[in-house]
């Protein structure tokens, strides 16, 4: 798992522009509550300062085909960097694709790009891959239980770090 950044500008995310992400506390995200800094990746270094993967809103299923692939609105996530919060929820849905229909034990990846809009890195390309396991079934029906269940699911981030996507 990682996070990527364009920061050459060639509209696409080298090996070389990935920083790899490490569980944090809650071993990654979880859908339905609001997450700090620490919660979702351990901390990590992007050109000498200190960040994190943060939610500032509860992130939910927008979508669900019951055959093991979802979307998941990323309002709210956001990245605190360099001592202050950047607004990343702005991309699209992040899609999520199962190695079948996302039920307990099946693979998963999560896939989200967006555009930084502020601060040092305005207009620059960021891309959050994510790996796991599903650790409950997700449900073809988006109703709160649902996203309850999904976002136990997404807790199976814990192996990330031995799952790193070959490039």
Partial sequence: ?????????????????????????????????????????????????????????TLSVASDDGAGNATINMSGWNVFWNGGNIDMGQGADAVVSCGATCEVGDTYTLDYTAVVPSGGFAGVNYQLHLQGTVGAAVSAVPVPAAVWLFGSGLLGLAGVARRRKAA
């Fill in 1 to 57: 798992s990682y996070f990527a950044m364009d920061n050459d500008g060639n509209g696409t995310f080298a090996k070389n522009e990935r920083v790899g992400l490490t569980p944090g506390a809650d071993g990654g995200i979880t859908l339905g509550s609001v997450q700090g800094a620490g919660d979702i990746d351990s901390p990590w270094s992007f050109f000498n300062a200190t960040g994190n993967h943060t939610q500032a809103a």
